[in-house]
């Protein structure tokens, strides 16, 4: 709360600097908006001021006698027509050139010897590219003279002119005065680069040569409006309003201190506290934090009616997960017999089954040979006794400990061979197998007795290759015939071979792929990353 009323004081005196620069900005604007006015008004005085003098210079250069006057130069025509207007028109000087840049004729006001021209033959041409209304200031003895310039008898382009008329006024003090007079301003004109500091404010309009070199500068004086006064009142009402603003936020503050954040910070410290001791005397209030002081205590009532409800909950939940995992666990225990009473006893007992069929058929021609393959019955019998009590029992078999897996899987193919004509041949890997933990040698060696009675059952193979590779940090286990093959996508969802392959294949964390066509073998490959490797 503080940190908001600090911020609304912040926006407060923001506003009153913004309207403060905004009225100096309003005062600079004025001032300069009274500089520019007053620069036209100057400029357009001038400009009446010359409109004798340019009329002058344009209608002598349009009249014709003047074009003859180029030609027979008569001195009575030009006094009479051209000195004797200079007073009418309120004109000091003129001169009349011609094309090839000569003097024809001069007169002046003033006595003494006649003025030069203001400007040679270019640059008048100089003069007649800027547009109409030809004029330069020049420096004389007489002092600063503007000078007008038009060409006398020009074609229809405004060029190839005949000569020129120039006619020039004295900027004399009479003429200051007047224009002085004229404008109400006080003008004086200051060489370049001098001007008055000491007033509050000047305006400086530079007159230049046919060279744009400043020869003069006209300077008036303007006395600024004195914003002083208003300057002062706008101060004072500012401190008025900034002073009332800080009243304002003190006794909102206080207020806000008293009425709501101390019972704020009470409710809040019975919150931390979770004791409603603390805001028994706000609960008693009729205003609204008295009502929320109330609802906090309602809520003190019903967390602990909750946590009560929770802690019944949670010894039921508790309860209710030993029960689930109880039969979570006993379902696991029930599928991993199945599976394995399928891929082991039962393997075993269909091995024995072959056997005994094996024995059968050689009964009467080799009687010695079904002998030998009896007795090979018996002991997978006795081994299947054996495993059925490790089964009972709840352990697995205790050979692959002592043995090894490539041991193991050696007498797996042993066994095999002995109860039916068929070569089993097995390849595997040192180093692979002595990757392999406890857990993966078991489940590789049901895979490898899966795949073989499945290659001797369905597919009447006469050779099987085993396989144990180690390819990258993955054991490949490849069990290959050349038995009848299948088709996967018909064999998929029938019997529990292929599911219970898929099912050890993912408990070893890897992948079964089977490749297999009718009349082409099968190949079963298992990939499963190595605890060595992970590690």
Same mark, same amino acid.
């Given at each position: 709360?503080?940190?908001? *009323?600090?911020?609304?004081?912040? /926006?407060?005196?923001?506003?009153?600097?913004?309207?403060?620069?905004?009225?100096?900005?309003?005062?600079?604007?004025?001032?300069?908006?009274?500089?520019?006015?007053?620069?036209?008004?100057?400029?357009?005085?001038? #400009?009446?001021?010359?409109?004798?003098?340019?009329?002058?210079?344009?209608?002598?250069?349009?009249?014709?006698?003047?074009?003859?006057?180029?030609?027979?130069?008569?001195?009575?025509?030009?006094?009479?027509?051209?000195?004797?207007?200079?007073?009418?028109?309120?004109?000091?000087?003129?001169?009349?050139?011609?094309?090839?840049?000569?003097?024809?004729?001069?007169?002046?006001?003033?006595?003494?010897?006649?003025?030069?021209?203001?400007? &040679?033959?270019?640059?008048?041409?100089?003069?007649?590219? &800027?547009?109409?209304?030809?004029?330069?200031?020049?420096?004389?003895?007489?002092?600063?003279?503007?000078?007008?310039?038009?060409?006398? !008898?020009?074609?229809?382009?405004?060029?190839?002119?005949?000569?020129?008329?120039?006619?020039?006024?004295?900027?004399?003090?009479?003429?200051?005065?007047?224009?002085?007079?004229?404008?109400?301003?006080?003008?004086?004109?200051?060489?370049?680069?001098?001007?008055?500091?000491?007033? !509050?404010?000047? *305006?400086?309009?530079?007159?230049?040569?046919?060279?744009?070199?400043?020869? +003069? %500068?006209? %300077?008036?004086?303007?006395?600024?409006?004195?914003?002083?006064?208003?300057?002062?009142?706008?101060?004072?009402?500012?401190?008025?309003?900034?002073?009332?603003? *800080?009243?304002?936020?003190?006794?909102?503050?206080?207020?806000?201190?008293?009425?709501?954040?101390?019972?704020?910070?009470?409710?809040?410290?019975?919150?931390?506290?979770? #004791?409603?001791?603390?805001?028994?005397?706000?609960?008693?209030?009729? #205003?609204?934090?008295?009502?929320?002081?109330?609802? =906090?205590?309602?809520?003190? !009532?019903? @967390?602990?009616?909750?946590?009560?409800?929770?802690?019944?909950?949670?010894?039921?939940?508790?309860?209710?997960?030993?029960? $689930?995992?109880?039969?979570?666990?006993?379902?696991? *225990?029930?599928?991993?017999?199945?599976?394995?009473?399928?891929?082991?006893?039962?393997?075993?007992?269909?091995?024995?089954?072959?056997?005994?069929?094996?024995?059968?058929?050689?009964?009467?021609?080799?009687?010695?040979?079904?002998?030998?393959?009896?007795?090979?019955? +018996?002991?997978?019998?006795?081994?299947?006794?054996?495993?059925? +009590?490790?089964?009972? $029992?709840?352990?697995?078999?205790?050979?692959?400990?002592?043995?090894?897996?490539?041991?193991?899987?050696?007498?797996?193919?042993?066994?095999?061979?002995?109860?039916?004509? =068929?070569?089993?041949?097995?390849? /595997?890997?040192?180093?692979?197998?002595? !990757?392999?933990?406890?857990?993966?040698?078991?489940?590789?060696?049901?895979?490898?007795?899966?795949?073989?009675?499945?290659?001797?059952?369905?597919?009447?193979? @006469?050779?099987?290759?085993?396989?144990?590779?180690?390819?990258?940090?993955?054991?490949?286990?490849? /069990?290959? #015939? $050349?038995?009848?093959?299948?088709?996967?996508?018909?064999?998929?969802?029938?019997?529990?071979?292929? @599911?219970?392959?898929?099912?050890?294949?993912?408990?070893?964390?890897?992948?079964?792929?089977?490749?297999?066509?009718?009349?082409?073998?099968?190949? =079963?490959?298992? @990939?499963?990353?190595?605890?060595?490797?992970?590690?």
């Amino acid at each position: 709360m503080t940190l908001l *009323l600090g911020l609304l004081l912040i /926006v407060f005196l923001g506003a009153l600097l913004v309207l403060r620069r905004g009225a100096q900005a309003r005062i600079a604007e004025l001032q300069h908006e009274s500089r520019r006015n007053s620069l036209h008004v100057i400029k357009q005085w001038i #400009d009446l001021s010359n409109q004798p003098l340019q009329r002058f210079a344009r209608d002598f250069g349009e009249w014709p006698e003047l074009a003859a006057f180029l030609d027979h130069r008569d001195g009575r025509w030009a006094e009479k027509n051209l000195r004797a207007n200079l007073a009418n028109y309120d004109a000091h000087a003129l001169w009349v050139i011609s094309a090839k840049g000569e003097l024809l004729y001069s007169a002046q006001t003033n006595p003494g010897p006649p003025l030069p021209p203001p400007a &040679t033959l270019e640059e008048l041409a100089k003069l007649a590219r &800027t547009g109409p209304g030809h004029h330069l200031f020049t420096e004389s003895r007489d002092g600063l003279l503007q000078v007008w310039g038009e060409p006398i !008898a020009p074609d229809q382009t405004g060029e190839n002119a005949r000569g020129w008329l120039l006619v020039a006024r004295w900027w004399s003090p009479r003429f200051l005065a007047n224009l002085s007079r004229l404008a109400e301003m006080t003008l004086q004109l200051v060489p370049p680069g001098q001007h008055d500091t000491r007033e !509050a404010d000047r *305006l400086l309009l530079p007159l230049q040569d046919i060279r744009r070199n400043t020869l +003069r %500068q006209l %300077q008036t004086i303007l006395p600024l409006p004195d914003f002083t006064a208003s300057l002062a009142a706008d101060t004072l009402a500012v401190r008025v309003l900034l002073l009332f603003g *800080l009243l304002v936020i003190a006794t909102v503050w206080l207020g806000v201190q008293q009425w709501i954040l101390r019972p704020l910070q009470q409710i809040s410290l019975s919150l931390a506290r979770e #004791d409603p001791a603390g805001i028994a005397t706000l609960r008693k209030g009729r #205003d609204e934090l008295g009502r929320v002081a109330e609802l =906090v205590g309602i809520s003190f !009532a019903q @967390k602990q009616a909750m946590l009560l409800l929770g802690e019944e909950r949670q010894r039921a939940e508790q309860q209710l997960r030993k029960s $689930d995992e109880l039969v979570r666990r006993s379902l696991e *225990l029930r599928a991993r017999l199945a599976r394995d009473l399928h891929d082991g006893v039962i393997q075993s007992i269909y091995a024995a089954g072959l056997g005994l069929e094996s024995a059968l058929s050689d009964l009467e021609q080799n009687p010695t040979a079904a002998r030998t393959r009896l007795a090979n019955c +018996r002991q997978s019998l006795n081994s299947v006794i054996r495993e059925v +009590r490790g089964f009972i $029992d709840g352990l697995e078999p205790e050979q692959i400990q002592r043995h090894g897996f490539a041991q193991e899987l050696a007498a797996l193919a042993r066994s095999m061979q002995a109860l039916w004509p =068929v070569r089993i041949v097995t390849k /595997v890997a040192a180093a692979a197998a002595r !990757a392999l933990e406890i857990g993966q040698e078991i489940h590789a060696l049901h895979i490898c007795r899966e795949c073989i009675s499945n290659a001797l059952r369905h597919g009447e193979a @006469k050779k099987i290759l085993i396989i144990l590779n180690q390819e990258a940090g993955l054991a490949a286990l490849t /069990v290959r #015939d $050349d038995g009848h093959g299948f088709d996967p996508a018909q064999a998929a969802g029938q019997g529990y071979g292929l @599911k219970n392959l898929a099912a050890r294949a993912r408990e070893l964390g890897g992948a079964l792929q089977v490749d297999s066509r009718p009349g082409h073998g099968t190949a =079963v490959t298992v @990939k499963f990353p190595l605890k060595e490797a992970a590690a």
